[in-house]
């Protein structure tokens, strides 16, 4: 690492260290003229951008104005300070993982999967879960040692939750595609409700993913883990398998 | 046009398959009908609305029908009945029966000929209906012109109605021709259609025929404004399918999703509810000049796009077939297919040249849905922009007729309205920069492009073949298509189907069927 770099105060690079060099694009629901132009690099300066630009403007068909702007950031982040929630568990890949079931936990474990609620988007559950995975990396089907089990999508909670006990599942996957309107948080919260009331919360590892799940949200809703964008089978894997072993 | 030199034995055979197992599935589809279909013939005759606890009336008519088990009769005769004993209109028949005054199976009984005369003329009035809407859209296309193939398609999905509407409007002045409203996330699975205007929804807006003509309205509007004619589209799918045909005829949309293979592997429905409910509402399609888009190219998403390339072609025959044989011509057959080869694959861009230039030479007539990278989009949306750029240039190099945008931020969220006008214009660049490159090339003989294609439609033909001696709903049952198995009574909406009576009669089914294939035998002659 370059050793100029003041890791207490960081900020963006251009093309010079710390010139704060920063992109942006948005709209304004104004027409496109000089006015509206300043108008956005008026707002650029109260992001918090100095020698905010204007680089392009064009109207979208409505009386409103799409812009770019570039500007240099003033502000700066103390790197040294930035924490972050992280599944709590070492990376493995796929053979390490059977490898750990085989060794460690000497037993076939059972995943029940699902995508839950009103969501109809198999594509996260599916890249998880099914036998062909997601760009080259296989999903638990394949697993040895691995049950699982995909129920698809707009599995109501309760019904989740019925297959988990029927299997004597160690583990139950959530998949949440669609976030407009925040119409996950009320289905996750009900899903954590339900399997305290049924005292089964403590029995079973749950997790959640989906492209607006952090681990941190998940959390917060009660889960063990959450996971996100670029996760694959074999890091829900690891983690369901290195917490079982804590558990036991 | 030819520029794969496909082997047409292989193209030939794989036709009659794919027409063997249609025909086969069509001796099923004859035999029944669905709660859904008959709720189609009663709006079609005029009932629409809905009672106190917010319940359809063409609902509240079914569920008496139902309860009394005589729905084997099919609906035309017994409101058809009430309306001749009562000399009412079918809707106020509707009323009385939702309010419980009314219980259609307790008044005297014409005969089926007494019956079918009296409603004729409220037949005749609905079709005249649609035939006029179909006249409509061609005088409007005649006089304002449409923009030249590939027809810029975009979705909006704001869940309210009037927010769609901007949005829309705001699209067709940047260069969109068809407006997609996307229905609210698991409208699909309700079965019945909400009423009125609507401004809650996730993921989509509710289709309702009040949403269709606000819509309707503000796309004729701002038609005249840009001097081209926007096409609107909408989701004939899932439990509803020839209701939302119907509403869609009569409310004057020009493209709509109609796929039962789509239903039964994606959202769990019922194989022979939907396939039943498909057959009429492409009827309904087909006769109001409406064109569909079928699915297969969502068996991308859980498959993949280089080992599975197959079975879309071999869905494509399939769903041309079904659609022959509901009336539904070639030219109204937006047949799926999608850009979603990993881009990481050395070569992607040739096999997806081939796949494209594939489907264009084997379904010359049909303008072919072509569907943008979804699966291997990423919050990188520099990179999205480029996947989305290499998509439409297969598109303008083998003369795709509907192109659905891709959005750079396709893996974050529903498109935003830049989102839009950045997409459109990245088309609008491509098309008119590349124009006429399909004309000005051809491929090497014997090369990488040409075996792809020779290929993949062995393969898909080997498939009809294995299909055919199966019969699509083992075939379904045993998984072959998107890797998704489905039970023949399992799904959604079973409980739907139920085997005609011999007094059974459908009368729009009959008249539009009639007017469709006389067309065809004038337009052979």
């Not at chain 2, 409406?290 to 699915?295: A, D």
Request: contains cysteine.
């Amino acid at each position: 690492m370059n050793n100029k770099i003041d890791l207490t105060a960081i900020k963006p690079y251009g093309d010079t260290l710390n010139d704060g060099m920063m992109q942006m694009s948005f709209t304004l629901p104004v027409p496109v003229s000089p006015e509206s132009k300043e108008a956005a690099r008026q707002l650029g300066l109260k992001m918090g951008l100095e020698e905010a630009q204007v680089v392009h403007a064009s109207d979208l068909g409505v009386g409103y104005t799409f812009f770019i702007v570039y500007g240099k950031c003033k502000h700066t982040i103390d790197f040294t300070r930035v924490k972050v929630s992280k599944v709590s568990s070492d990376a493995m890949d796929h053979d390490s993982v059977e490898a750990f079931i085989a060794d460690k936990l000497k037993r076939e474990i059972t995943i029940v999967g699902a995508c839950t609620g009103t969501d109809a988007h198999t594509v996260g559950i599916d890249a998880i879960m099914n036998m062909k995975g997601f760009d080259g990396h296989y999903g638990l089907e394949r697993y040895d040692g691995i049950q699982a089990i995909n129920m698809g999508a707009q599995v109501p909670n309760d019904v989740l939750i019925a297959k988990a006990i029927e299997v004597d599942a160690d583990a139950i996957i959530v998949s949440q595609i669609v976030t407009q309107k925040d119409v996950h948080i009320p289905n996750l919260t009900e899903l954590i409700d339900m399997l305290e009331s049924e005292g089964l919360r403590d029995k079973l590892i749950v997790c959640v993913g989906g492209p607006r799940i952090s681990n941190e949200l998940a959390k917060e809703l009660g889960f063990d883990a959450g996971f996100g964008t670029g996760d694959y089978a074999e890091d829900v894997a690891a983690f369901i398998v290195q917490e079982l072993a804590k558990r036991v | 046009m030819h520029k794969l030199n496909l082997n047409w034995e292989y193209v030939n055979a794989a036709r009659q398959a794919a027409r063997a197992i249609a025909e086969d599935t069509q001796n099923f589809i004859e035999a029944h009908s669905t709660v859904s279909v008959e709720r189609t013939i009663v709006r079609l005759l005029g009932v629409d609305g809905i009672d106190a606890f917010e319940r359809p009336l063409p609902n509240a008519i079914i569920d008496n029908l139902s309860k009394a088990q005589v729905l084997e009769d099919g609906a035309a005769y017994w409101l058809g009945n009430a309306m001749y004993q009562l000399n009412c209109t079918a809707q106020s028949v509707a009323e009385k029966v939702a309010c419980g005054d009314l219980d259609l199976t307790t008044l005297d009984k014409a005969s089926a000929e007494r019956v079918a005369e009296h409603i004729k003329p409220m037949v005749d009035a609905a079709v005249g209906l649609i035939e006029e809407n179909k006249k409509n859209r061609e005088m409007a296309i005649r006089t304002l012109g449409e923009g030249p193939k590939p027809y810029l398609y975009v979705i909006v999905a704001t869940g309210n109605i009037y927010e769609d509407i901007l949005q829309a409007q705001a699209a067709a002045r940047q260069g969109a021709d068809i407006i997609a409203v996307i229905r609210t996330t698991a409208q699909s699975l309700l079965d019945y259609v909400p009423y009125g205007p609507t401004t809650e929804g996730f993921g989509g807006t509710y289709a309702t025929q009040e949403n269709f003509k606000l819509m309707r309205t503000a796309l004729d509007e701002v038609g005249r404004e840009v001097g081209r004619y926007i096409r609107l589209c909408n989701y004939c799918s899932g439990l509803c399918m020839p209701e939302i045909a119907a509403m869609g005829a009569v409310e004057r949309l020009d493209v709509m999703l109609n796929d039962a293979l789509y239903g039964i592997l994606f959202r769990d429905i019922n194989m022979q509810r939907t396939l039943v409910d498909q057959y009429f509402s492409r009827v309904i399609n087909g006769f109001a000049g409406i064109i569909i888009n079928t699915g297969e190219d969502n068996y991308l998403t859980t498959s993949d796009a280089v080992e599975e390339a197959h079975t879309v072609l071999a869905s494509q025959f399939i769903n041309e077939q079904f659609a022959l044989l509901a009336g539904l011509p070639e030219e109204q057959m937006g047949l799926g297919h999608a850009f979603e080869i990993n881009p990481d694959q050395e070569d992607g861009f040739l096999y997806e040249l081939a796949q494209a230039q594939m489907t264009r030479e084997i379904f010359p007539k049909a303008p072919l849905k072509y569907m943008p990278p979804t699966k291997y989009m990423t919050g990188d949306i520099f990179k999205g922009h480029v996947q989305d750029a290499l998509f439409n240039a297969v598109s303008i190099m083998t003369n795709q007729g509907i192109q659905l945008l891709g959005m750079l931020t396709e893996a974050i969220h529903t498109p935003l309205l830049q989102d839009r006008a950045l997409s459109i214009s990245n088309a609008k660049y491509i098309f008119n920069n590349m124009r006429h490159l399909s004309e000005e090339i051809s491929f090497v003989e014997g090369g990488r492009i040409q075996t792809r294609a020779h290929d993949v439609l062995k393969e898909a033909a080997h498939l009809l073949e294995e299909i055919k001696s199966l019969g699509i709903m083992e075939t379904i049952e045993k998984g072959k298509f998107a890797g998704v198995a489905r039970n023949r009574l399992g799904g959604k909406g079973l409980e739907g189907v139920f085997k005609k009576s011999g007094r059974y009669d459908n009368p729009f089914l009959t008249v539009m069927l009639e007017a469709q294939f006389k067309k065809e035998v004038k337009s052979e002659q």
